[in-house]
């Protein structure tokens, strides 16, 4: 089994979706899969095992997750009983940016929505949870019925789920930090991480990562972790295995391409790498999405 890439269509006017999906394919209600879209998730009714990217969960009725751009994802029926159901809700980020008149506002989400470690479960023991549970109804409602009006209502609820996840996670990354400071250095490494990004299957050390952002590897080093919470070199390491995940699902390549195309070019250093952060071998994280 390979992942599909969903993509919503850029020049649509309303890059919006909502889903209902109750049909299992090889006990699947979600195949494995990722896109450049944001999602968010409530399981309508039975029980379901959740994996994103290597973590997996057990979600319940009434259980939401969200789903940041770029993370492989899919949904498998574990119910005993009855027919399980889940209703999702797939956003482009331009919905987010269109209407955004303050620019620190944009740079904040942007900053952060570029973390891939946002907390994916919301259960109704979560203090979020009433929030997000009420604004998916009120999308559903809106976008089934179609009143006039209803597409300035849903991006007001959007705007509302994102913020109030990224304000719980804000905290927990940055608590000595204000919004206004932690903009203020995330512009200053900004230019860093789009080379990272950009580069990561090339050779790189510190020294040519720091010089981005025009700073010494030590300065550089020290408020990177700080804002980030990991090393320059370990944002690097992260981002090569998030796109060896990517290829390992989306294509039938070797581990050794895999290897070759993300930056490593000892296929067994590659594969205790991905091991280490992953908790299993690349073959066998490719198998337990095929499984």
Aim: glycine content about 4%.
């Amino acid at each position: 089994m390979t992942t599909e890439r969903q993509v919503i269509d850029y020049k649509q006017r309303f890059p919006f979706k909502i889903t209902r999906v109750t049909h299992l394919i090889n006990n699947y209600l979600v195949l494995p899969h990722w896109h450049e879209q944001l999602e968010i998730i409530q399981v309508v009714s039975g029980s379901v095992q959740v994996k994103v990217d290597e973590l997996t969960y057990i979600g319940e009725e009434g259980d939401i997750f969200f789903f940041n751009s770029r993370q492989v994802h899919s949904v498998m029926n574990k119910s005993e009983r009855g027919e399980p159901a889940i209703h999702g809700m797939l956003f482009d980020q331009v919905l987010l940016y269109r209407a955004m008149a303050n620019q620190e506002t944009e740079q904040w989400i942007s900053s952060l929505l570029g973390h891939r470690k946002i907390r994916n479960q919301y259960t109704p023991a979560h203090k979020l949870w009433p929030k997000l549970n009420g604004g998916f109804k009120t999308v559903i409602e809106e976008f089934t019925s179609k009143p006039i009006g209803y597409e300035l209502l849903i991006i007001s609820e959007i705007y509302s789920f994102i913020i109030s996840i990224l304000r719980i996670y804000a905290m927990e990354i940055s608590v000595n930090l204000s919004p206004v400071r932690y903009i203020e250095q995330y512009a200053k490494l900004k230019p860093a991480v789009d080379y990272i990004e950009k580069h990561y299957a090339n050779k790189m050390d510190l020294k040519e990562i720091s010089s981005q952002a025009n700073m010494s590897s030590f300065h550089f080093t020290r408020e990177f972790k700080k804002l980030f919470g990991i090393t320059p070199m370990q944002m690097v390491i992260d981002v090569r295995l998030h796109r060896a995940k990517q290829l390992l699902l989306d294509s039938n390549i070797s581990v050794t391409e895999v290897a070759s195309l993300i930056g490593f070019y000892d296929v067994g250093h590659f594969s205790n790498v991905f091991k280490q952060k992953n908790g299993c071998t690349p073959l066998q994280f490719r198998k337990r999405f095929d499984s």
